[in-house]
């Protein structure tokens, strides 16, 4: 029995909100025609069509949103490469979600000397330049989107950890903590009973917007060589291969740019609309 | 018949910072009494309050059945407080707001009898819903959703859940309109009564404080300044102080006859 009063009062609230609703029906059909595009259209991600090289979105073949400087069909790889983009986000916010709540929370929570070590360490781990982190990560371990998934992950809860840990200190004056510390509830108990269940406003609009961020980082990385490697696609590598043909087939730029960046306004509108849910200030 | 006292305080004190909140404080409390605690906002009410649980630090010596609070383990704290409860000013405050009532008063059972069945559980639970007066198809419900009096009575519930024996009321009413006062009054003392409770009720509310205290405590600027009993404290007060506390009480209908004392 997880707060369902709480989530249906958030639920309805939500649900007056047109923006924040129709991103999430947005990122839902993307997520779906992710899925299934394979199985809707005849081509496939890697297949090269030579005799349609760069043409534009048309009903021939079923190249929809046409092809690109090598005759692959841009419909399958735009939907190949949302699905990339949208696994490496909600990967990269599951582990910011799980990671940097039960860090924050103990930190926050313990106080004192545990909190300036715990603090010190994630200071000095987002000291270090992300992308040097990432080239370093591929150096090392070689191009595999799962060291892309390690290393997006192993930095991305640092931001969430301090948000929880900000959170949890004044959660901690509260007096409803010190009546658990009263009733002899064990530090454990407190943290995950009392101080997480009330951190879940903040933290789920802070992981939807993680999601757009990590999208946007991967396609960064990939345009700059380190991400997604080819023949596998990302939105990020769909861009940078289109920025080069821009002027002579605009299409194969538009088609993962527009993609992306419904992707990623929808996201905020959503991270928008949870946030005014989950605001107790206006229950 | 001669048992030593449930509660011993010898010396406890005080300090946040450069500021000492109690100053050297002693006094004892026995199986099922009821002693009041008065004194003017800011005078180290609550800072003793907290300062007997432990929740504050504090230096002296509270024996509780002959064992120190304040130098036990933490562990063995944790066990004490099964007989430790504490009701609080602030009674939506003191409870989480994203935790139903039914797991708020199932929260003490989890914690030390964890062995309970979910049945056995929920029986007590809306035992003891019943006896603090409220309906059972409160239980699915959120803080949020009552009105203070009732919330009030939810932290009751939850206080006397696993029949404490000493109960630490912080300002239980002070946050309550008058007429509720008297009704979460009258359910702390019947409660007090059927479980043989100790109580220290801790009040600026004179009139409250007469009516259910046994013996009262008098605090000024983190000190005691007279302890006697409830009869002997409001017939003939010895402090100045606690003059100047019972002539500040107004009487409805008194006229400008009264008798003023001030510090």
């Known amino acids: 029995m997880v707060l369902p009063g709480i989530w249906a009062d958030a639920a309805r609230r939500f649900q007056s909100g047109v ?46 949103f046409g092809t690109d400087r090598l005759g692959r069909d841009l419909f399958v790889r735009a939907l190949a490469g949302t699905r990339a983009s949208l696994l490496i986000g909600l990967f990269a916010s599951a582990i910011s979600i799980i990671i940097g709540i039960s860090y924050g929370a103990v930190a926050g929570y313990l106080g004192g000397r545990i909190d300036n070590l715990m603090m010190r360490s994630v200071e000095i781990l987002s000291g270090l330049p992300l992308v040097f982190f990432v080239i370093f990560v591929t150096v090392l371990f070689g191009h595999n989107p799962y060291w892309l998934f390690v290393s997006i992950g192993a930095v991305g809860w640092l931001t ?17 903590i010190e009546a658990a510390i009263a009733s002899g509830a064990s530090t454990g108990r407190i943290i995950y009973k009392h101080v997480i269940p009330n951190l879940l406003g903040p933290v789920i609009v802070y992981a939807t917007l993680t999601v757009s961020q990590t999208i946007l980082f991967e396609s960064f ?28 087939a605009p299409w194969i730029l538009m088609i993962p740019g527009i993609i992306l960046a419904l992707l990623l306004t929808s996201l905020n509108f959503l991270g928008d609309g949870l946030r005014d849910a989950l605001d107790v200030k206006e229950r | 018949m001669i048992h030593s006292p449930l509660l011993q305080v010898s010396d406890l004190c005080v300090q946040f910072g450069a500021f000492t909140a109690v100053n050297p404080v002693s006094f004892d409390l026995n199986e099922g009494e009821t002693l009041g605690l008065v004194g003017e906002s800011g ?21 509780w059945k002959s064992e120190n609070i304040l130098a036990c383990s933490h562990q063995r704290l944790r066990r004490l407080r099964r007989d430790l409860s504490i009701i609080f000013q602030d009674p939506l405050a003191s409870l989480n707001p994203r935790m139903q009532v039914g797991d708020l008063l199932a929260e003490p059972l989890h ?21 603090v007066g ?21 932290g009751v519930a939850r ?24 009704q979460i009054v009258n359910l702390l003392v019947d409660l007090q009564i059927e479980f043989n409770t100790a109580m220290l009720f801790i009040s600026h ?59």
């Open chain 1, 221 to 248: 990385l990939s345009f700059l060589g380190l991400g997604v490697q080819e023949p596998q696609a990302s939105l990020g590598t769909l861009i940078s291969a289109g920025a080069g043909e821009m002027e002579s």
């Open chain 2, 134 to 154: 409220l309906h059972a198809n409160m239980l699915t419900q959120y803080p949020h959703e009552f009105s203070g009096g009732q919330c009030q009575r939810i």
């Open chain 1, 160 to 176: 969430m950890a301090r948000i929880v840990r900000g959170q949890t200190l004044s959660l901690r004056q509260r007096e409803f």
């Open chain 2, 205 to 263: 509310n004179m009139a409250v404080v007469r009516h259910i205290s046994d013996r009262v405590l008098v605090m000024y600027r983190g000190q005691l300044v007279e302890s006697a009993s409830c009869d002997t404290l409001f017939a003939a007060p010895v402090h100045p102080y606690t003059r100047a506390l019972l002539a500040a009480v107004p009487v409805i209908g008194a006229t400008a006859a009264r008798p003023s004392a001030m510090l």
């Open chain 2, 111 to 131: 914690i030390f009898e964890p062995a309970l069945s979910h049945n056995e559980r929920q029986r007590r639970i809306l035992k003891m819903l019943d006896r």
């Open chain 2, 159 to 182: 206080a006397m859940m696993l029949q404490p024996q000493l109960l630490v009321c912080d300002e239980p009413v002070s946050s309550l309109d008058v007429s509720i006062q008297g």
């Open chain 1, 19 to 64: 923006a924040a609703k129709a991103g999430l029906v947005v990122i839902f059909s993307l997520a779906l025609l992710a899925i299934v595009g394979p199985w809707i259209n005849p081509n496939r991600f890697d297949a090269l069509d030579w005799a349609n090289v760069a043409v534009a979105p048309t009903f021939q073949h079923a190249h929809w």
């Open chain 2, 43 to 63: 005078s180290g009410k609550s800072s003793l309050a907290r300062a007997i649980l432990r929740l504050v630090p504090a230096t002296g010596v509270v024996l």
